[in-house]
């Protein structure tokens, strides 16, 4: 992933300013330093690769002699470097990278990104706690919560699977976490990693479970109007 985003400021894709504006406080950068690196970018989209102290200082308020030491920080701190390059007629030259500096952009938008995922599972997974204490009408018990966090944690269940195994339970009249569990052990078991497909299969063994029951007593004027799946019966 990181590699596919490199590769999206180096097409245009991103903007490397705008990126830049949005992140350089987290990256410990200032202001000053800021509009340098602005400056070595316009530069070099210019077709500059390397410009002089004097060509940056001319474009901003410091000095050459503090534009000069500014670039050898940021060379230091790994926000720049320095690569050799060879023109069409073989001629040695040098230029500046913002590559390091991409990269840490990148690496500071992956843990960004890495900090919001562990928000959601931790909401997701509270919500799972908040739903089953609703549904049960007490505190979970410890041994409860454990088995919760086993179904996330060990077997890897989505929290949404396991909301809607709870659902199953409740329609089914077996609220209790053996029965739930086996819910669970049975759509894993057959590949169930939505609401849709975990909607389907319950429907098709209520569908059997009612032709089972019209086979077992006949002389009933009807069926029961909702069969449920007795999942705890269910011989794999």
Not at 37 to 62: A, C
Not at 221 to 229: D, H, K, L, N
């Amino acid at each position: 992933m990181k590699d596919n985003i490199l590769q999206w400021f180096q097409e245009g894709n991103i903007t490397f300013p705008g990126a830049l504006l949005a992140n350089y406080k987290k990256m410990n950068i200032d202001e000053t330093e800021l509009v340098l690196l602005l400056q070595v970018h316009s530069f070099i989209e210019k077709g500059n690769g390397f410009p002089t102290p004097n060509d940056i200082s001319s474009r901003m308020t410091i000095s050459v002699p503090q534009c000069n030491d500014m670039l050898r920080k940021l060379i230091q701190k790994g926000l720049i470097e320095i690569q050799d390059g060879h023109g069409a007629d073989g001629i040695r030259f040098e230029k500046y990278s913002l590559i390091p500096l991409w990269n840490k952009l990148i690496e500071n938008f992956l843990l960004t990104l890495k900090g919001k995922d562990m928000e959601k599972k931790q909401r997701e997974e509270s919500d799972v706690y908040s739903t089953f204490e609703q549904e049960f009408g007490r505190p979970l018990s410890p041994f409860e919560c454990e088995t919760l966090a086993m179904w996330m944690d060990d077997d890897r269940h989505d929290p949404i699977i396991i909301k809607s195994a709870l659902r199953e339970a409740v329609v089914s009249g077996k609220l209790n976490f053996r029965y739930i569990d086996r819910i669970l052990f049975e759509w894993k078991k057959n590949g169930i990693k939505t609401i849709e497909q975990a909607k389907s299969y319950g429907r098709k063994f209520r569908q059997f479970q009612t032709q089972q029951r019209v086979k077992i007593d006949e002389e009933k004027t009807q069926t029961p109007s909702v069969p449920f799946y007795n999942w705890l019966d269910h011989k794999s």
